[in-house]
Each structure stands twice: as structure tokens, then as C-alpha cells.
């Protein structure tokens, strides 16, 4: 019987450390020699499972967004649907989603799906999950919201968190942080409003 695969342990090994140089150098300084020397292996055998420095940026960008998935995940789990927007906004604004590593990364993919479609596609798919997560929260708080507003305060907690942990690496008065479940709870509010939401551009 031959030896076991050691893709299962090899493949994570090489993603993680190709994460880190990213978020370090960026994606233009990521280097398969790099990448080797951050994992701790021959530069040889990054090339054995991946094949070239394009396959392990996907795998990276892939293993960024599923973190950020099980992050969303895991925020509303077991907890009661009423209480779901509250925990999203805990996990958004308490530090838990500000993780430094995948935020560098996703700023770093952000820029490079402005000129790679496959990159853009996956990144999209992370700020469509964060959207449903979002909206579902929100109509589990208002049950009676119109779905049409909902899903724009949704896009609203998406854009107010992306710009906030872009900003809290800047340094950018990361001490107001946690204002931003302030802000978060006030466009839930403005569903109870009477008074319809903009729905287009004024002329």
C-alpha cells in the first residue's frame, strides 16, 4: 500500500502561508520562492500542488472568503433569529471580522479583481453572501419590512463594514470602531419609519 497523500495537510500549509505574504507584500510581491519560505518547504513543492503562482493566489482568494463565510456563519448560530442582527453586528464591529490577515488580503483582492474577472467573481460572491446574511438578519428583527428596503439597509451594513475595516488599517479613528453598530442599528430604525425610503436618483 502506498504512502497516504499529504495534500489535505500541504495544500492549507502553502494557502496560509501565501495569505500571510500577501497580506505583507501584497499580491505583486508574492513569489512562489516566498511563499516557500513562508510555509517552510521547497519552493519545489508549492509548484507540485499548485503548479503555478496564479493557482495558489485562487486557492488563497478562496480560503479568504470561506473564512469570512464560517465567520458569518458561526455569529448566528444557535442564537435566537430575533437576535441575529445584533450578533452580526458584534461579530462586524466587536473585532471578531476585523481580522487583519483576511482584511489585508481581501483589500489586496479587491484591487486585483479590478483586472482579473475570476478573482472579481469570487469576491463577489463574498459580498453576495455577506448581502443574504445581512438581509435575512434584518427581516428576522422586522418581519413586516418591505423586502425591497430591507435588502437596501442590507447593502447599506455591507458597504459600512467593508469601508470600516478598510479604514481601522489605516489607523483611520479606529478608537470609533464600534460606532459603526451606532449607525448599523440607526438604518435598521429607519425601517419603522413612516415615511418611503429613496428608491432612485432625483432629477
Known sequence: MGRPSLATTRRPQIVEAAQRVIAS??????????????????TSLVSHYFGSKRAVLLATVQHAIEGYEAMLDEAVAGSHPENHFEELLEVSFGGHLLHKLYGAVIDEIRAAGNFDNEVKVALRGLYEVFH????????????????????????????????????????????????????????????????????????
Open 25 to 42: 507584500r501584497g499580491i505583486t510581491g508574492m513569489t512562489m520562492a516566498r511563499i516557500a519560505t513562508e510555509a517552510g518547504v521547497q
Open 132 to 203: 443574504q446574511t445581512y438581509l435575512e438578519a434584518i427581516l428576522d428583527a422586522r418581519p413586516d419590512a418591505d423586502p425591497e428596503d430591507a435588502s437596501r439597509i442590507a447593502y447599506g451594513m455591507v458597504c459600512l463594514f467593508q469601508t470600516a475595516d478598510s479604514l481601522d488599517r489605516l489607523g483611520f479613528r479606529r478608537r470609533d470602531i464600534g460606532d459603526g453598530r451606532v449607525l448599523a442599528r440607526a438604518l435598521l430604525a429607519s425601517l419603522d419609519d413612516t415615511a418611503p425610503p429613496p428608491t432612485g436618483h432625483t432629477t
